[in-house]
């Protein structure tokens, strides 16, 4: 009997087990759309009456999936403990700690999603991207420096130029490093920008070397997925 | 005499085939820059009146069109009710309800343009795009996926490290989803950006992953052209 | 004799012929820094003079060389009436047309540049892009028609939505072009965005099937690349 | 004796050398972090004074380094003249020529980041993409070329269209590549933009061409990569 149980939550090779994961999927987006609407600040008491109702309702689901997978769990300590284990208890605990209501651990238990990937048709997908990341993970690890260290000259470079005309804007190290991820990353809110003609010219130059620093993990990205389709 | 009506309609087998599709995108896209047109506020009655004639005539010929493609169809529920049957009628629609004229649906005449790229010389580059898409399909809904969790995770962290400084611009999960949508994708128009330090360091953190999700679909569509084009 | 300087003038095979072209690319360089010079507002009417002998300096010479080059042209008409024989003609005529001294034919001088990419080590690399280019040029045109559809696309759709709260700034369907431009190539200047919900997630919709869009075209390029690098 | 220490020093091939090394990147990250710290306008006079003693003390420990790193080479002169050996010696000078102090000279520690990269797991990595960087060396010259030439027509042709209509945001051709520059890498500060319709269209034209520019070093560097795996 708990075998039987055990493969419904655990698995998805029984037709009950991808059910049992597709409703426990769409509790997680209900909550998700019932928190986010929570957080409108010109919601009528009744709404928030209902939203609140629904959330006690999911969070008690959420309640009784936590303590089935505890029971079906082979090692209790080893689920606990898990990956999974944790997100799926920080998932209902803040509901229950009123005091320290962050919405950013409730937020976690959007990672609950990821588990859909785990479906069907999408193992094959996800396990291809996952070996042309693990081939790829060291160039990446080095672009990311590269880009790292990329970030810290650039802002150490427009403080420089920028500091004396706006000291307000570029007033320190951290407000330059600021710019330089708006600008390396090319969203360019706009917030702050070099006026100075050295700080322009700088700019240039950054951006020039610092696209291409860019352009290299999808690249590296590119020949990892190449390699691993030809297998 | 059916027959060959339905060879110049319906395929682009021959000279008259060709020269009847050019001529149907042509009238696409007069019929698009008169209602582009139409858009503008400043113009003199005269020429509004110009463009309406032209409006009449065009339409016209696609009633036309739509009665000749129903009338040489073989199956002639299976043409009204197919996608291309249904958009060539509602290209016509909204003249004739004209308490419903929404432009959107006019705009509706801009996927005809989509069938110019059947022609000759594109098939070829046609069906080589599109198998490159069939083979990535699954990875591109999975990054597709990724990239949706990553714009909820964006949103709901900046809603609590924004909401109370700037409680009018990320007013709900919902303003911050704005937010999300803008910094992920890069455009940054500059109508919202967090100003708090933490929600500055987590614009940093979400741009560095959120820019390597980005890149990942990237490098599918790269790997399974090469895979396409070695067969 | 005239052979021996059609050598110098036309090719780059003798080490005259070198110096020839880099100390023709030389003095383009130069006319274009001295009437970028002459834009600013701000000069001394001394440095004026200065810039406008320099220009009537380096015009004279651009005079000799075309002169040269169609003395040495086998074929003069030809010469007069191909590309590159435009390109020169044009670059020195405006400053004899004082009336029609558009800086954009001047800037035409720029083009010149690109003869530098004709020199030695570059021409391998020259012809390896250029022939990715060409099995890819139907791809790419494609895409380009797809990406056009799309913008057309986003500005019948976004003009819909925010012509009536934004009447001022998304007047016409032209006006709602230039938006879906710079928000297509994730530009985002900030002058024009949407602020109706309905414009918002219209321009969700958009980004995420428009930036697959452009997604596309890298991967042709980088596959037609590979194809090229492995012959 | 001097072997050993040269060992340590030098290589990484001893446990002694690979903690030696660290030991300075930590330092130089401290420092670093010191650094920027210290262009905060509001910190107290006590907190000042630490950062003061931690520079002292850190620079000390570089000078030793340094005295260090000279004794030990075998060629002292080329030691010096190095590449790393300026940038070791640019780290400290600064500090001792007090009239001299430019932030970005002070930032070149940062550079010496870059020797981490030689470390045991990322050397292979960083190998791959140098040789892949080296494939494609011509190929990425080349293309910066064309941007930078693009970069050039980009400006003339806004400056004809924008600058009777914005004379204070296009004076010059100067300030028209500013423009140029945040909108061909898509950054799109906001600061300037065109306003009239020509100006626009001229920008539509420009980005559609300017990013096919951009896409091809992407696909250079993935082509590159995919080959260099391949071997």
Redesign the interface.
């Known amino acids: 009997m708990i075998q039987k149980i055990r493969n419904i939550v655990e698995t998805t090779d029984s037709r009950a087990g991808v059910v049992f994961d597709l409703l426990v999927q769409l509790f997680i987006v209900i909550s ?1 759309i019932v ?2 609407l929570e ?3 010109t919601l009528s008491k009744e709404f928030i009456e209902v939203l609140l109702k629904l959330e006690v309702f999911i969070v008690s689901l959420f309640c009784c999936e936590y303590v089935l997978r505890f029971f079906v769990a082979k090692r209790k300590t080893k689920f606990v403990f898990s990956f999974w284990g944790m997100v799926d208890l920080l998932a209902i605990l803040p509901f229950f700690l009123l005091s320290f209501d ?3 651990i ?2 976690l238990r ?1 990672l609950r ?2 588990r ?2 785990k479906l069907g ?2 193992s ?3 396990s ?2 996952m070996s ?1 990341l693990k081939i790829a993970k ?10 790292l ?1 990329m970030l ?2 650039a802002s ?2 427009i ?2 130029f920028e ?1 004396t005309a706006q ?1 307000d804007k570029f ?4 407000d330059s490093l ?1 710019w330089a ?3 390396l ?7 702050v ?1 070099p006026i100075t ?1 050295g700080g ?1 010219i700088f ?2 130059f950054i ?2 070397i610092g ?2 620093v ?17 297998k």
Do not use: H
């Open positions: 998700i928190f986010s957080t409108i600040p962050l919405i950013m409730r937020a959007l999603l990821f859909i990937l048709r999408y094959s997908s996800m291809r991207i042309a060291e160039d990446l690890v080095l672009s990311l420096m590269a880009a260290i810290l000259v150490f470079g403080y420089q500091n000291p007033s320190s190290v951290f600021w991820l708006a600008t990353t090319t969203v360019g809110y706009g917030d920008y003609a322009k700019t240039g951006l020039v696209l291409g860019v352009a290299v993990p999808a690249g590296i990205i590119a020949s990892a997925l190449t390699e691993v389709r030809q």
